[in-house]
């Protein structure tokens, strides 16, 4: 009778136990998705500011393009000034020479009796009152007279080409100088978007280091949880009794109902940096040795093993459906077996490209993934 009590008080301590590290479990399993939530926001954050930052970079490319346009403009302005320059000066000294050369002729006439030119020319300031007094004109020879008014005009029209070339040349520096200035506000936006993505990325690797400590303690507790399903006999070393489910509405049932859900379908941080990101299941973290149950009856197509997945077992619903089972521990079943609902065919383990003991289980219709979430 004493006996008996003492076996009823272990059991219920053991099923007490049970209770609370499932709660615990539980617990983690909301805090690590949390994280993990964090994490993907935080990614996103990151590949936005990124974004934006490649485009500040591209305009700012394209400014500097413009700049350096820009200045090849301004030189070759700049070389067209001085050439106009040159032009204008050979001009003026061409004008000056035939106005002497005239001179010359004057002070010929005067010395040879004629003295209105000479008082003419002292009393003249400028070309142009010399050759408005009317009365001389008709005396100086013809092709005197049309050689400086055609050098006067030469000078005047480079020295309009000089202005214009100047104006120019002053536009292009004013642009050139707002350009520079465009340049100076997109590096002080791109330097202020890398410190933002430096924070960001900072703030990622603290949340990707929180999500790893509670990976280890979801295993911890996993681990904690399968010892006490061994002391109630729920695990062993080979396959246990089958699995009948209760409750549910989906064509699938729970594969492995000891474990808790530590990552679900869909987009997320790679999970130790060698996890996929694009994650086509869902992991079911739990100690190894875990039972693993045949989510719906059907034909075992592939029992195998690879690099990636470890050992792994696929089976056939009917009508395009089929479940995948990865990173096994054991696998109990073999290619072409007929399995039932809830047949153990594997146990969970860690091999294959995993972080931790889980099951990693698949749902394919017609040969593609899909949330395993639209059939349990």
Same mark, same amino acid.
């Given at each position: ?131 408005? =007094? ?34 120019? &040349? ?37 949340? &990707? ?19 006490? =399903? ?6 062993? &070393? ?39 990101? =694009? ?10 040795? *875990? ?10 197509? *592939? ?47 860690? *091999? ?25």
């Amino acid at each position: 009778m004493i006996r008996k009590k003492i076996v009823s008080v272990l059991v219920a301590a053991a099923l007490v136990a049970g209770m609370g590290l499932q709660v615990n479990v539980t617990a983690k399993a909301d805090d690590l998705q949390d994280a993990q939530n964090k994490a993907s926001q935080q990614q996103s954050q990151i590949d936005a500011a990124q974004a934006e930052k490649d485009k500040l970079a591209s305009q700012l490319e394209g400014i500097v393009s413009d700049m350096e346009k820009t200045q090849a403009d301004i030189e070759k302005k700049q070389e067209e000034i001085v050439k106009k320059s040159d032009e204008l000066d050979a001009a003026r000294i061409d004008e000056n020479n035939q106005y002497e050369s005239m001179k010359l002729r004057i002070q010929y006439m005067y010395e040879n009796g004629n003295g209105q030119f000479l008082e003419t020319l002292l009393e003249s300031k400028s070309i142009a009152e010399f050759l408005s =007094n009317a009365e001389y004109i008709n005396q100086i020879s013809e092709y005197d007279r049309n050689m400086l008014v055609e050098f006067q005009n030469i000078v005047d029209k480079v020295e309009k080409q000089q202005e214009e070339l100047e104006k120019e &040349n002053a536009e292009l520096e004013e642009m050139q100088t707002n350009l520079q200035s465009q340049q100076t506000e997109l590096q002080t936006l791109i330097d202020t978007k890398s410190a933002e993505i430096a924070s960001l990325k900072s703030e990622l690797s603290e949340t &990707n280091a929180k999500i790893s400590q509670l990976q280890a303690a979801a295993a911890e507790q996993a681990r904690l949880q399968q010892e006490a =399903n061994n002391n109630n006999n729920n695990v062993n &070393n080979g396959p246990v009794d089958d699995y009948t489910p209760s409750g549910g509405t989906g064509r699938l049932q729970n594969p492995c109902p000891a474990a808790y859900i530590s990552s679900e379908f869909g987009g997320r941080n790679s999970p130790g940096g060698i996890g996929s990101t =694009n994650h086509k299941g869902r992991d079911y973290a739990a100690a190894s040795g *875990t039972p693993i149950y045949a989510a719906a009856s059907g034909t075992v197509t *592939t029992v195998a093993y690879n690099s990636a997945r470890g050992n792994y077992v696929i089976i056939n619903h009917g009508d395009g459906l089929s479940t995948l089972y990865q990173h096994c521990s054991a696998i109990y079943v073999s290619a072409g077996q007929s399995v039932s609902a809830g047949k153990n065919i594997a146990a969970v383990g860690s *091999t294959g490209i995993s972080t931790g003991a889980h099951l990693h289980f698949e749902v394919h219709v017609n040969g593609t993934p899909v949330d395993p979430r639209l059939y349990l």
